[in-house]
T-cell receptor, first 113, second 114 residues
Framework: DAKTTQPPSMDCAEGRAANLPCNHS???????VYWYRQIHSQGPQYIIH???NNETNEMASLIITEDRKSSTLILPHATLRDTAVYYC??????FGTGNQFYFGTGTSLTVIP | SAVISQKPSRDICQRGTSLTIQCQVD?????MFWYRQQPGQSLTLIAT?????????ESGFVIDKFPISRPNLTFSTLTVSNMSPEDSSIYLC???????????FGQGTRLTVV
């Protein structure tokens, strides 16, 4: 079962920052928070992940609260190509059976011109 | 990074028949994963396939319906057996390169059962 909760949809003006929230109140100490996005008719694309520290890469920033019960993905300057469904995922580590991803319902982000 | 190729990219099948989906990776990987994405829904993990052993299925998925092969470290197949319209979905292959701590996904196979 999914361990994350996200708003079903959000809008963002082009050029502005998109802040996508995620709740993961039951996260365990060794579980990572991952963000993927899926543009229509394509496979999910990795964005960023983190354990407890804030992370930044060329695509986005990930802010994780100190208690790790929630996080926010920030797209600093949203473009029309960022319109997609964004999934916040808690990574379950199972030695011997791999690292499964359990996807939640995601947030459908629409970037508006 | 890993490049994943899935075949076929899409198919339309008659109910009662079976379809085998192939997943080829450009590098050796330990674990391969199969997901289903029903229309308008999120991804659901079907099973984990480890080379040399039987696949591990998630709750609600059984081997008779979704048999999986994993003959080597770069290839896997998922068969959707005795199909019904409810099996119409996108089926995605994924690999988890633990060295990169990242999962890579194929483009999926869009299956329509009529």
């Amino acid at each position: 079962d999914a361990k994350t909760t996200q708003p079903p949809s959000m809008d963002c003006a082009e050029g502005r920052a998109a802040n996508l929230p995620c709740n993961h109140s039951t996260i365990s100490g060794n579980e990572y928070v991952y963000w993927y996005r899926q543009i229509h008719s394509q496979g999910p694309q990795y964005i960023i992940h983190g354990l407890k520290n804030n992370e930044t890469n060329e695509m986005a920033s990930l802010i994780i609260t100190e208690d790790r019960k929630s996080s926010t993905l920030i797209l600093p300057h949203a473009t029309l190509r960022d319109t997609a469904v964004y999934y916040c995922i808690v990574r379950v580590v199972n030695f011997g059976t791999g690292n499964q991803f359990y996807f939640g319902t995601g947030t459908s982000l629409t970037v508006i011109p | 990074s890993a490049v994943i190729s899935q075949k076929p990219s899409r198919d339309i099948c008659q109910r009662g028949t079976s379809l085998t989906i192939q997943c080829q990776v450009d590098s050796q990987v330990t674990m391969m994963f199969w997901y289903r994405q029903q229309p308008g829904q999120s991804l659901t993990l079907i099973a984990t396939a480890n080379q040399g052993s039987e696949a591990t299925y998630e709750s609600g998925f059984v081997i008779d319906k979704f048999p999986i092969s994993r003959p080597n470290l770069t290839f896997s197949t998922l068969t959707v057996s005795n199909m019904s319209p409810e099996d119409s979905s996108i089926y995605l292959c994924s690999v988890d390169d633990t060295m990169n701590t990242e999962a890579f996904f194929g483009q999926g196979t869009r299956l329509t059962v009529v």
